[in-house]
């Protein structure tokens, strides 16, 4: 005789399921950045070593003030591809000002016009990308896709496709260290702290958040949609002219054709890893930190224990392939 199964029990297991999986959605890349902090302490050599800490946030820092202001527009419900575009026009325009001739050359003047004026031409760019979203109503991952192909264009146009040096002391302090810890990952902390506190205490956080979980609910509650998703997209490309400064900052030079290539696809892979919902609706700063941390240290480590590059790569779109499934779930 079939064992009857009472009907609390039937919905008490799947309820268990579900809140497994999204315990798991909310910790996992928690608990992988621990796993793989154990591994590497116990199995790497020269890990436990300030070098190996500063090389790790050294290349992780970028994407991490990248994946920030994707996570926002992702709230939204959005997509950004032009952000590596964005980070190569910001970082080019910032050695071409600081190669200019006598007088401009080492004056204040030249190093606060290569500070400020990539931030703001990356958040003309990020503002391009909202109004043709918001406005216009073109698709997200179309829109974006016009500067990603042209704003590489742009930055190649301001040299030539040349690399052009620069010799500015105090701008290169942007990819020194303080205290011994790099500059970047210093800045990096400020920009999660902020955006932490922001998508936490404010007003506008709730209407990001609200856009993306229902934007025609949105609207009918008085939430200006259109200018939310401006703000974001100016937002996120402000931060990607921010990497791109730390890029140049670094290397006292400018490559327009390598500056951000490809940072775009590892700043959604750190939101998707993070517990972002790709779908919008939700945005977990601090979980795009842990999630940006933790596929860096799984390259690192496959790096480090011999595994080819290609194989690292491999392994880590199967890792956010399955952060993907999770969210799916």
Sequence with gaps: MA?????????????????????????????????????????????????????????????????VGMALVVATGGIDLSVGSSAAFAGTLAAVLL????????????LVCAFVLPIVAAALFGSINGVLIARLRIQPIVATLILFIAGRGFAEM????????????????????FLGVPVQGLLMLVVVAVAAWVMRETVFARRVLA??????AAVLAGIPAQRVKLAVYVICG???GVAGLLNVAINSAADPAKIGLGIELDAIAAVAVGGTLLSGG????????????????????????GIQ?????????????????????
Excluded: C, M
């Design 3 to 67: 064992e009857v199964v009472p009907a609390a029990a039937r919905t008490r297991r799947p309820a268990a399921w579900l809140h497994a999986l999204h315990a798991l959605r909310s910790s996992g890349a928690l608990i992988a950045l621990v796993a793989l902090l154990v591994f590497n302490a116990l199995f790497t050599n020269q890990f436990l070593t300030l070098q190996t800490l500063n090389i790790n946030l050294t290349q992780v820092a970028p994407i991490v003030i990248v994946a």
């Design 282 to 305: 939700s945005a977990r700063i601090v979980g795009t930190l842990v999630g940006a941390l933790a596929i860096q240290l799984l390259q690192y480590s496959l790096l480090a224990h």
């Design 211 to 216: 856009v993306g979980g229902n934007e025609r």
């Design 99 to 110: 190669s200019q001739g006598e007088p401009f050359a080492g004056s204040t003047v030249a």
């Design 309 to 329: 590059d290609e194989w690292a790569l491999i392994v880590k779109a199967a890792v956010v392939l399955a952060a993907v499934y999770l969210q799916r779930r």
């Design 158 to 177: 301001l040299t030539d496709s040349n690399l052009r040096n620069f010799s500015s002391p105090a701008f290169s302090r942007l990819g020194g260290n």
């Design 238 to 240: 402000a931060l990607a």
